[in-house]
């Protein structure tokens, strides 16, 4: 028995997940066509050794123009089934759940990579060509940014369709679990915030007019999606301080989903107007952790914490202090892919070396010995 709260195991339906830490999903801009390339390979691999409960792929656009930019993944063609079906396995090979976002950018897609500046691709960038972005309204995110064509109910219906087949393929991969990406501004999201939803139709007004389209996105995934299998729902729990959707109305859309059959809320924030962080002027440690908390309790779902989870300490404390049941890591575990090991070590687990792959674990088993006698020179 643990009794370390954050290295405790959790089970959703038929998974368990053996510790409450997860890879959150990031974005690596290096696929083409869709289709995942040898960094995705190399890069997710680093993840599966890391002894984490679970893994999220990125954001995996369930149509072209759904990507956010060129090098995001792709799950629109039977042709991608086979890389992210490699990536799903090397997780599983290493006791880590896998899982992958399933998303559309919405009017936030056809932008360059971060490092290429992160604006809408003109004519004069050398990548592939700029896309007819969508939306719920022909309102973009700010005056530099292409207008999105408002969408149609025929549109409605064909992104519908393209998460449903998104999800069968998710399936066939062997991927444990599905994230919807409902956050940072992308389609989903800016269905649901009145900020850039203005529809007068069955899709805009009222509360469950801008759930509509995520509620029947959730009913057709779970048409094909297995029953044992977790489904997390990744949201913005408040548009922008002030502004758009707030805390409240968050803890309504998770009780909609909870009564839909999601079983996990990813509590992020913001990107509606911009940049995901820029909620907060100054990012600081569990920034997002109250709303964590607030959704987990005031919506009776179990939910996930992410944003600036630093420390083994921290992290224990969200867990312990039941405010969120999974905690999410991004940056952490890219600086630091041994993350787990390190923190099992520093709460004196004696089996933190299953945090390790058998290679690594059975020569670091030597090392405490030799670390204690150069601490303590004869
Ligand atoms: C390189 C990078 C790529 C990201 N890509 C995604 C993504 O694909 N989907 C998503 O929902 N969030 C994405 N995010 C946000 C992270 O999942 C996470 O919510 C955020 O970085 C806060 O957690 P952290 O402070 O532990 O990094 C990305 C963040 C980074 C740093």
């Given at each position: 028995m643990n009794e370390v709260p954050l290295f405790s195991s959790f089970k959703i339906k038929s998974k368990s997940f053996r510790n409450r830490i997860v890879l959150s999903p990031m974005c690596q801009y290096k696929a083409k066509d869709g289709v995942i390339s040898d960094w995705h390979?190399?890069?997710?691999?680093?993840?599966?050794?890391?002894?984490?409960?679970?893994?999220?792929?990125?954001?995996?656009?369930?149509?072209?123009d759904g990507?956010?930019?060129?090098?995001?993944?792709?799950?629109?063609?039977?042709?991608?089934?086979?890389?992210?079906?490699?990536?799903?396995?090397?997780?599983?090979?290493?006791?880590?759940?896998?899982g992958i976002q399933l998303a559309h950018a919405g009017r936030k897609a056809s932008y360059l990579r971060p490092w290429d500046g992160a604006s809408p691709i003109t004519e004069n960038d050398k990548v592939e060509p700029a896309w007819q972005t969508i939306g719920p309204s022909a309102i973009p995110i700010n005056n530099s940014s292409p207008v999105p064509k408002e969408m149609t109910v025929e549109d409605i219906n064909k992104v519908r369709e393209d998460?449903?087949?998104?999800?069968?393929?998710?399936?066939?991969?062997?991927?444990?679990?599905?994230?919807?990406?409902?956050?940072?501004?992308?389609?989903?999201?800016?269905?649901?915030?009145?900020?850039?939803?203005?529809?007068?139709d069955l899709y805009g007004g009222n509360f469950e007019n801008r759930i509509r389209f995520a509620m029947e996105i959730i009913a057709d995934i779970k048409s094909v999606w297995p029953d044992n299998k977790p489904l997390f729902y990744r949201l913005s729990s408040i548009d922008a301080?002030?502004?758009?959707?707030?805390?409240?109305?968050?803890?309504?859309?998770?009780?909609?989903?909870?009564?839909?059959?999601?079983?996990?809320?990813?509590?992020s924030s913001g990107g509606i107007t911009g940049s995901p962080v820029l909620t907060k002027s100054k990012i600081i440690p569990g920034f997002q952790v109250p709303y964590s908390e607030k959704i987990k309790k005031d919506a009776e779902i179990s939910s996930m914490a992410v944003?600036?989870?630093?420390?083994?300490?921290?992290?224990?404390?969200?867990i312990s202090n039941k405010r969120a049941d999974l905690v999410a890591m991004g940056r952490e575990l890219l600086a630091d892919t041994q993350w787990v090991y390190k923190a099992a070590t520093?709460?004196?687990?004696?089996?933190?070396k299953d945090y390790l792959p058998d290679s690594y674990s059975f020569y670091l088993s030597r090392r405490d010995e030799y670390l204690d006698r150069a601490a303590k020179p004869a």
């Open positions: 390979f190399q890069h997710y691999s680093r993840f599966a050794f890391s002894g984490l409960g679970a893994a999220f792929v990125e954001a995996t656009g369930v149509s072209p990507r956010i930019g060129h090098g995001c993944t792709g799950i629109w063609s039977d042709s991608h089934v086979e890389g992210l079906s490699k990536v799903a396995k090397i997780f599983n090979e290493y006791n880590c759940l896998s998460f449903k087949k998104a999800a069968q393929r998710a399936d066939k991969a062997g991927f444990d679990i599905i994230e919807i990406h409902g956050a940072h501004g992308y389609l989903l999201h800016s269905f649901f915030s009145p900020l850039s939803n203005q529809r007068n301080p002030g502004q758009g959707a707030n805390l409240e109305d968050n803890i309504m859309l998770a009780k909609s989903l909870k009564s839909v059959g999601v079983d996990v809320i990813d509590c944003g600036a989870i630093i420390s083994a300490d921290q992290a224990n404390e969200i520093y709460f004196n687990l004696e089996n933190a």
